[in-house]
């Protein structure tokens, strides 16, 4: 049986791992290549590197540290931030990312995931979707961008649904409303886009306890689970959560 | 984990997705290799890998453009061992629904897909536990029911004389990875699949078929 996947998120800014609460107020965590070693160790089933450094001429930092990451880690990890063009995509996959992940840029420039996808398959090509909760959407969520900062036309599962034509073949689901909150995963929206699509769904925003990652894989029906603070500060190991999530039947690699 | 042979593998590249992580782990292990699309700079290496992501037919479009459909051939009648990885494990059998398309018949059998339903996604992308079916020195000291890392659609049904290596299950309960004489594959990405899959890789680079 295909297993539930944890999913680890490292925001990287200039070459550091750093943590902030809805974009907000970023602290350093650490050397990103060491914490993705440690957590490979620890048996993560997969990374995500979030490259969230403002200014253009340090991006080519990320790519150093995607290629030292894939030199020291074998399994597969995806890359995200500041992709705006299919040259920047090939970069980061030629560096030895297995996916990358497309946001804000994918808004605004839709072909960039049919480019992504052409180039190295749609198993490559995650499309992030930032959702806030809105009463006023068909589906009761708009799409958001820059972080949250900039509000779109977009609903989420229609948008979801171009991304999966497009060529996409994974969806990340990252709600607003629960990112940084620690008070579990937003399972609404989550089931939704799970139960719709035919690509699988990576919960993201609001992990504060494994409990939360059970109810969002069971109830919520996602294929993976993605987790920032609750690891990096230690509050719970890798180990505890998976232990947690066999014990109540959710199937995880041990 | 491991230590050099002396011997060069050969890994090939046919515009079949990304090889940076073949070549990392190959690093890591301690092997020398040489990554090419062309046969004369195969010809000579000791063993093969042959990787693949994508389209079976576009695969078997590009491996001919090449000439590499004849170094594999050639390869296996000359009893060297070649590794086929994910798609490198479909064509390696006589054809392929996905195509359809004529394969490189090294061993009898055919590509079908996935049915899903059920809920259940195609491809079946993520981690699986492989259960192998026989004692073989391809996974030595690799746990039973390890998990491995896939992505495919398309699933191999060897004929029955071939030796299944191991099966899965994602809706139905398929094969895996299969051996024939000098020839060995696996359907999920073992250099994807950390030390278990690194484990498997190792094996195969010190087989003695």
């Not at chain 2, 099966?167 to 594959?185: E, N, Y």
């Amino acid at each position: 049986m295909l297993q539930k996947r944890v999913v680890v998120c490292l925001d990287v800014k200039e070459g550091r791992t750093t943590k902030g609460i809805q974009f907000q107020n970023n602290i350093d965590l650490g050397d990103p290549v060491e914490m993705a070693e440690a957590y490979y160790r620890q048996g993560v089933d997969e990374l995500v590197f979030y490259d969230i450094t403002a200014s253009a001429e340090k991006r080519g930092i990320m790519i150093d540290v995607v290629r030292r990451v894939a030199e020291r880690i074998f399994i597969p990890f995806c890359v995200g931030g500041g992709l705006t063009t299919a040259e920047d995509i090939k970069a980061v996959i030629l560096a030895g990312a297995e996916k990358v992940s497309l946001n804000s840029q994918a808004v605004k420039n839709p072909e960039l995931i049919r480019q992504g996808a052409k180039m190295y398959g749609s198993q490559s090509i995650v499309l992030a979707i930032d959702a806030k909760k809105d009463a006023s959407m068909p589906c009761g969520y708009r799409v958001v961008i820059n972080g949250g900062r900039t509000l779109t036309e977009l609903d989420v599962l229609a948008w979801a649904r171009r991304g999966h034509e497009l060529g996409a073949g994974e969806i990340v689901l990252n709600s607003i409303d629960a990112d940084g909150t620690k008070a579990g995963y937003e399972l609404t929206i989550t089931k939704l886009i799970g139960e719709a699509l035919p690509i699988p769904v990576v919960a993201s925003g609001g992990a504060g306890t494994p409990e939360h990652l059970r109810a969002v894989l069971q109830e919520g029906r996602a294929d993976a689970a993605l987790v920032a603070s609750m690891v990096h500060y230690g509050t719970y190991s890798l180990a505890q959560i998976k232990d947690y999530l066999a014990d109540h039947n959710v199937p995880v690699r041990r | 984990m491991s230590g050099s042979t002396g011997e060069t593998v050969g890994i090939l590249d046919y515009d079949a997705g990304n090889l940076t992580s073949v070549e990392n782990a190959l690093r890591h292990l301690g092997f020398n290799w040489i990554l090419s699309s062309e046969p004369e700079a195969l010809k000579n290496t000791d063993r093969l890998i042959f990787p693949g992501d994508g389209h079976a037919a576009t695969s078997m479009e590009n491996l001919k453009a090449r000439g590499l459909d004849r170094l594999l051939v050639d390869f296996a009648a000359r009893g060297r061992p070649i590794l086929g990885i994910c798609v490198g494990s479909q064509i390696v059998l006589d054809s392929s629904e996905e195509g359809p398309t004529a394969c490189l018949g090294l061993i009898r059998g055919t590509c079908l897909r996935l049915p899903g339903g059920d809920g259940l996604k195609v491809p079946h992308m993520g981690w699986n536990a492989v259960h192998f079916e026989t004692d073989h020195a391809l996974m030595a000291g690799v746990p039973q029911d390890s998990s491995f890392y896939f992505v495919h659609s398309y699933y191999t049904k060897p004929a029955a004389n071939v030796q299944v290596l191991g099966t899965t299950d994602h809706g139905i309960r398929f094969v895996v990875g299969f051996a024939k004489d000098t020839l060995a594959t696996w359907q999920f990405h073992p250099e994807k699949s950390g030390s278990a899959g690194l484990k498997l890789v190792d094996n195969f680079l010190k087989w003695r078929p």
